[in-house]
């Protein structure tokens, strides 16, 4: 089967950068995603990497390696807006091409 | 350009009881997937419609069925309420062809008392 692992709950200051780590075991791997998702709102697309090495999208960047089987999100210039839950996701074979299986989450507090 | 709407937005039933949510995908999009989210857990896939048909499975029980309609749009039912239902209910849109990107409504609060 398949398993993600991310810490619980990682804490910062506005203006700080963070990294949230993501560890995966699966069989035919394709990619991973990232979403975030605030407190009762719907998940939000962040970012998405199949390939080895970092794709940087404005204040987020997102990084993979797949020898290792490890991915992290980075949050630079935080803002007390980027308080909220952060999710890796996988696609592999085992889930499906075009479906997602889910970590448990990282909740991010952003404090002043 | 709407996005994904799920109805309702809250819902309260009875053990026992059957359920049925309704979603509609963002326009231009074909696929809609499933997944149930426990309260401080991760969305966990039930399952994915693609041409009305169900294309993919999560490990979910025969209890969870579904139906997609000819303009995409989808309904999740739920027989026989469990508690352990209780549960925030996704959906995502997305593009036939396995797209990484998949576009979530805003959820349907389901509480089983």
């Known amino acids: 089967g398949q398993s993600l692992e991310q810490p619980s709950e990682v804490t910062a200051v506005e203006g700080a950068i963070v990294q949230i780590n993501c560890t995966y075991q699966?069989?035919?791997?394709?990619?991973l995603s990232w979403y975030q998702q605030h407190d009762g709102g719907a998940p939000t697309f962040l970012s998405y990497n199949a390939l080895d090495g970092l794709e940087e999208t404005g204040r987020f960047s997102s990084f993979l390696s797949r020898s290792d089987s490890y991915g992290y999100l980075l949050l630079q210039e935080l803002q007390m807006k980027d308080s909220a839950s952060y999710f890796c996701a996988v696609r592999d074979r085992n889930s499906g091409y075009s479906t997602l299986t889910f970590g448990k989450g990282t909740m991010l507090l952003v404090s002043p | 350009d709407a996005g994904v709407t799920q109805s309702p937005t809250h819902l309260i039933k009875t053990r026992g009881q059957q359920v049925t949510l309704r979603c509609s995908p963002k326009s231009g999009h074909d696929t809609v997937s499933w997944y149930q989210q426990a309260l401080g857990q991760g969305p966990q896939f039930i399952f994915q419609y693609y041409e009305e048909e169900e294309r993919q499975r999560g490990n979910f029980p025969d209890r969870f069925s579904g139906h997609q309609f000819p303009n995409y749009s989808s309904e999740l039912n739920v027989n026989a309420l469990l508690l352990g239902d209780s549960a925030l209910y996704l959906c995502a849109s997305s593009l036939s062809g396995g797209t990484y990107e998949q576009y979530f409504g805003p959820g349907t609060r389901l509480t089983v008392t």
């Open positions: 699966t069989s035919g791997f394709y990619g």
